[in-house]
């Protein structure tokens, strides 16, 4: 029974997230605004780690199952990504380098916090 209450919680916030994201027309995918909804309950306790753990666990684990429909996609639009290469790799570079330099910085003011 506790399995059905994390899978519950984990698609409700999912939902929750979905629902928000299209009602008010946001740029931001509604699984990205479901996992901060989630992450404000874990937060402040209104959500329990233990209620959700496992069932958490068993999706990380079983992550590289969702990464099969965007492969197809890549190999059915090679042609299109052929055509764009340079702006492609760019973007990658770039968002790359963004995040390789915000999580540095993110964890040096963190780490100068914690002395």
Do not use: D
């Not at 008010?24 to 306790?45: E, K």
């Amino acid at each position: 029974m506790n399995a059905y209450r994390g899978l519950a919680i984990i698609f409700g916030f999912y939902a929750l997230g979905e629902f928000t994201s299209s009602a008010f027309n946001l740029p931001i995918p509604g699984s990205v605004l479901g996992m901060l909804f989630l992450l404000a309950a874990l937060t402040a306790g209104i959500v329990r780690l233990e209620w959700v753990e496992n069932e958490a666990e068993l999706f990380v684990k079983n992550m590289s199952v969702m990464f099969i429909p965007p492969g197809v996609g890549i190999i059915l639009y090679i042609s299109l990504l052929k055509s764009q290469l340079i702006p492609v790799v760019g973007a990658i570079v770039v968002s790359f380098l963004v995040t390789l330099i915000t999580t540095a910085k993110v964890v040096e003011l963190l780490r100068r916090e914690g002395r």
